[in-house]
């Protein structure tokens, strides 16, 4: 059985652009899309998993300290690029978290660093 292509929930504070770089066959919407902007990520991230989403992608590196990461509902990819986060900056890590996710990372955090 072929797994089902990503699903991937994009946080407020990565450019909302960032979405029109993944492959055509991965679903990428972002939090304030949803209606979810302003949502706590643990809360964020409850909604996104009874939503089907796969992944949730962002530049927050507090995130790690935030969460419990044993008790994940979906996946976190936190992407490590040049402090000004710009979107030419994230785009060249977009095939990294295809790979990382297509590698059934489950329920954990995986960071997606910056070449």
Not at 18 to 37: C, D, H, Q, R
Not at 82 to 95: G, I, K, R
Request: aromatic residues 4%; glycine residues 6%; contains cysteine.
């Amino acid at each position: 059985m072929t797994p089902l292509p990503p699903k991937l929930l994009l946080d407020e504070c990565v450019p909302r652009k960032l979405a029109a770089s993944f492959p055509y066959n991965v679903e990428v919407t972002t939090a304030p899309k949803m209606g979810w902007g302003g949502l706590e990520n643990g809360e964020l991230l409850q909604c996104a998993a009874d939503h089907g989403f796969t992944a949730f992608i962002t530049i927050d590196r507090n995130i790690r300290s935030q969460q419990n990461l044993g008790r994940l509902p979906i996946a976190i990819v936190l992407l490590e690029a040049p402090p000004n986060n710009l979107l030419e900056d994230l785009q060249p890590l977009v095939p990294k978290v295809v790979s990382a996710l297509r590698s059934n990372l489950g329920k954990t955090l995986v960071k997606v660093r910056a070449a």
